[in-house]
């Protein structure tokens, strides 16, 4: 692999464990930027891992830690993607070839997906890393869009509740979506990594599969038959509510809200079936069978 030393933000979060795991697996020397006071200290000591406390508002600071480093990975909070430019200067001062920022999600190239606020830091910081390519040779970007992560989204009842066995269904439930695992999440950005030159500056789709709120309902109820209790909601209704919800902050419940409605109504393109990237980064995806088993395994 042509690149070593890589600095990942966010490195305790959700998606920043796993994130970090496949970088160490792989051999990879990562040194983790987290904030003072940060979760940063619960992460087990490892050989190829450092971790450096940063203010993610000081470029200087930022800059500091990054000397060396190759490529920087975010993994950023969704309540903080919108201040990532600090990180882009920072990692444009020391030299960094690759920035791969906080997105993972939607399609924040769709006009409609732009709109929503979960989604509109995202696509400015696209916007602010390409300006920084142009003017800078060196550096260069890329974004993953994912759509829902599918593992975490079970685990938490986001996309269907196996627990309790309750779902709401987003427009009746037969929309496809496109669902990643955090591991082929974290696959893709080892792939970005090893393929620099094919994935430089643009936006790469993946996903571990496509399928629908009914068919994953279906699974679960394949392996223990009980009855589960489901009410509809319009996307439409959704993404009203959500926006008269703004008053109160851009909270986390509101930016779900927005993930929702954008995930469940097919004009804000989150099937990315049609134009996939999988190969290029490594994700080799999940067949039906894999998914009834992974659905199975949330069932209690
Ligand atoms: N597609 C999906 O279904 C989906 C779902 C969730 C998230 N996402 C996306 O995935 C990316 C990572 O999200 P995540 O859920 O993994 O993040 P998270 O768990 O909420 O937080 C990740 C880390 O960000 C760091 N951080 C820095 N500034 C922060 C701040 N102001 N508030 C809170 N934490 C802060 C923390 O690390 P330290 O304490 O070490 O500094 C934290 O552990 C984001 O781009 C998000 O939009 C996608």
Redo the contacts with the bound molecule.
Sequence with gaps: MPTSRVAL????????VPVLEALLGAGLSVT????VG???SKLKQRSNLTIKYVD?NSTQSLASALQGIEVVV????????G?QNPLIDASVAAGVKRFIP?????DSLNPLCVHLP?CAP?AATQKYLEAKAQANPGFSWTGIA????LD??LQVG?IIDTVRHTATLYSGGDIPFST?TLADVARAVLGVIRNQDETADRLLYIHSTVTTQNKLIGYAKEKDGKTWRTTCKDTEDLRRERFGSLHNGHTMEAMDGF?VVAMFTPDYGCDFSTHLDNELVGVKGMDENDLRELVRGFVQ
């Design positions: 933000a966010g490195a305790t979060g959700n998606l920043g983790v930027l987290s904030r940060g979760n940063s993610f975010s993994c950023l909070a969704t309540l903080a993607i201040s906080a997105e993972f999600g939607m979960v995202k994912n759509g829902l992560f975490w989204g986001f990643t993930c």
